[in-house]
């Protein structure tokens, strides 16, 4: 149906252009009117029509007159006829007439939602005396466009030819404002509708609004609201919005609630900041209620794109498959945007084969650089390294050029993968190559790949050879090679640093505090943890959850809270026997507490992602693949026994830790204990 419908517009686009161009052709050669081409309006379509009406003034007119000018390009405004927009203009100057401020507006606008700003800064620069008409087309169109700095040099202007600016002009001022986080401006131009007293109206208050709220000045946002005399829904919705993204819920939990004739956005601003403040269930449960039959409001494409990341969060895969099937039905399920949320949701739950077939379900060219980065940060994630490889390849040989989260991608792959020569080759060719400048990220990802690799001092070169500040996740990854390569002079430097970057951060005084533990250390160990107890910091439990029947099972180290705990604690006592026969040896390195090493596999053996998979052995099927999720990197401890698990109760288990995926099956891992 969409391509007939394209077709005829496109054939309805060629008749007009070649009656335009028939009728421009006979008006500039002085052709009598008796002989030009007749089109007999009942022969034309409706839009044709109107097209030729208002081409007889300046056809009939010797010389035209420029005012005859001005409803044709107002006409053209918005209908993407650029090349009929630049033959009116080509006839206009034929005929030696300069457009005027009202002409020239018309000729700006036509421009601009063609898609031609060059031209339309070019039509306004040769205008003498600009009208407000004139300045509002211009600082509309800069401002669509992105060019804030330049929309609010315009409105500068403006001011001083003595142009005070209306409600067609604030909006997009203040949005260039918001756009640039300049308050401070944002400030001025609402002074500016203060002094001549339009502050409220409906459309400068809500921009204001707006404004606030991007500039993280909610409270502000929220007086100006509290004044408004009527409000329509899309105040209401910015201001919820910005309290999601403060992290303040429960105040924007009540103004949804009491929010009039909520929209489809309202629904979508309170599941998306759900979403992006990790309350996955909540921002499902809201879903559900969309659902419902008797729900006025029903979620469109961003909808389903807000909501699929809280599945991901919760690593609910079998929540994400509704949403998917639902998605279909209604459909959706080939909307690029959509399927690129599913391809992402996909791998962040463990099934990246089901996110490679939404992947490949993309239409090749409507495969752009978003699908393309998501496909290849999935099989980073998933350590797979030569099928990302591969993956950028198609993205390079489809025309797509990549940025520098697509090189993230790229190097955490290699560095996850062990492809060390192959890494440090695309991070040289990133500015050559490709015109993508490193930023600290990526110098992150190469410090990872060389102490991954051992080559600590090499590491350390790099960092000193940086063009910026190494921040902390540089540090991090040295740290984290260093404990790896028990490395403990360059561990020590990276952890001062890393201390005087992020001296609240419980996971650097961790990792330090590993390090030492290994070296047996432990007077260290004790002063760290003095230091933490001291500052009050505390540590982040360990916890683990999994997905049984669509409903997630937390478990914390040692917890023995769960309904079940009783049959779980049975089924680990016996794992040990089990195992040991198999070959496995506990690795009690991996408790870091100066104890016996009896008591130290008795610790071992309550890691939470170990309790989280014995709670998914004793209440699934052996079809049914193990999906668990840890909050932390798992132990190396843990990973031994998840392997000889998948290889004796013959599971398949993927753990998502908080670096990677992990596939276990038949006693082996896809990190190939590279990790």
Not at 477 to 486: E, F, Q, S, V
Not at 504 to 531: F, H, I, P, Q, T
Not at 560 to 579: G, N, R, V
Request: aromatic share 10%.
């Amino acid at each position: 149906m969409n391509y007939f419908f394209n077709l005829s517009v496109r054939r309805e686009r060629r008749r007009c252009r070649l009656i335009l161009l028939s009728l421009l052709h006979s008006s500039s050669h002085h052709v009598d009117a008796a002989v030009r081409p007749k089109c007999a309006a009942s022969n034309l379509s409706p839009y044709a029509s109107s097209l030729y009406s208002l081409l007889e003034p300046i056809l009939e007119q010797d010389p035209p007159q420029l005012s005859s000018y001005a409803p044709l390009f107002q006409f053209l405004t918005g209908q993407n006829f650029l090349k009929l927009g630049q033959q009116i203009h080509a006839h206009m100057t034929l005929h030696g007439k300069d457009p005027n401020a009202f002409v020239a507006a018309k000729m700006v606008a036509m421009y601009a939602s063609s898609g031609d700003l060059d031209s339309a800064v070019l039509v306004f620069n040769r205008v003498n005396n600009p009208s407000s008409l004139l300045y509002n087309s211009i600082i509309r169109a800069c401002a669509k466009y992105g060019f804030a700095l330049k929309t609010i040099d315009l409105f500068c202007q403006m001011h001083c030819r003595g142009h005070k600016g209306d409600n067609f002009t604030f909006p997009f001022v203040l949005k260039s404002c918001a756009d640039l986080s300049s308050i401070w401006m944002g400030k001025c131009v609402h002074a500016q509708s203060l002094r001549i007293g339009i502050e409220f109206d409906f459309y400068i208050a809500t921009s204001l609004i707006d404004m606030y709220v991007k500039c993280g000045e909610i409270r502000d946002a929220h007086k100006l609201f509290d004044r408004m005399s009527v409000r329509d829904v899309s105040s209401w919705n910015t201001l919820v919005a910005g309290y999601m993204k403060q992290g303040e819920i429960s105040i924007a939990e009540d103004l949804f609630v009491r929010t009039p004739c909520k929209s489809i956005f309202s629904w979508t601003v309170m599941i998306s900041g759900y979403t992006q403040n990790g309350l996955a269930e909540q921002a499902l449960r809201l879903f559900d209620e969309m659902l419902r039959e008797d729900s006025e409001v029903k979620p469109n494409w961003v909808t389903i794109m807000s909501v699929l990341p809280a599945c991901s969060h919760s690593a609910s895969l079998e929540r994400g498959s509704q949403i998917h099937d639902y998605a279909n039905r209604i459909d959706l399920g080939s909307n690029v945007s959509v399927q690129t949320a599913l391809v992402a949701m996909y791998a962040k739950c463990g099934s990246l084969v089901d996110a490679r077939l939404c992947f490949d379900e993309i239409c090749q060219k409507k495969k752009n650089l978003i699908a393309w980065n998501t496909m290849i940060t999935a099989y980073a994630s998933h350590g797979r390294g030569l099928e990302c490889l591969s993956t950028f390849e198609d993205m390079i040989g489809a025309g797509v050029r990549p940025d520098s989260i697509t090189f993230i991608g790229l190097l955490s792959a290699c560095s996850h993968s062990g492809l060390l020569d192959t890494g440090l080759k695309y991070f040289n060719s990133m500015s050559t190559l490709y015109t993508v400048e490193p930023r600290v990220e990526h110098y992150a990802c190469v410090v990872d790949l060389l102490g991954r690799a051992g080559r600590l001092a090499e590491a350390r070169e790099l960092i000193d050879q940086m063009p910026m500040q190494p921040g902390p996740s540089i540090w991090g990854a040295l740290l984290a090679a260093c404990r790896k390569h028990k490395n403990l002079e360059i561990a020590q430097m990276a952890a001062r640093e890393l201390l005087m970057l992020e001296p609240d951060n419980s996971g650097n005084y961790v990792l330090l505090s590993n390090v030492y533990a290994e070296a047996n250390m432990w007077k260290e160990v004790g002063n760290l943890r003095g230091l933490l107890k001291c500052q009050g910091t505390k540590k982040s439990p360990g916890c683990s959850w999994i997905e049984v029947n669509g409903k997630s099972h937390l478990f914390l180290g040692g917890d023995k809270s769960h309904p079940q705990a009783k049959e779980i604690y049975k089924l680990l006592e016996t794992l040990p026997d089990k195992i040991k026969a198999a070959g496995y040896i506990p690795d009690t390195s991996f408790v870091l507490h100066d104890i016996s090493e009896e008591e130290k596999e008795h610790n071992l053996a309550t890691h939470s992602e170990k309790l989280a998979l014995a709670f998914g052995l004793l209440n699934t099927s052996a079809d049914v693949v193990l999906r668990v999720t840890k909050n932390l990197r798992i132990c190396g401890d843990c990973h031994t026994v998840t392997k000889f698990i998948s290889k004796i109760y013959e599971r398949e288990i993927v753990v998502r830790d908080v670096n990677r995926f992990h596939h276990f099956k038949e006693g082996y891992c896809s990190c190939g204990d590279y990790w």
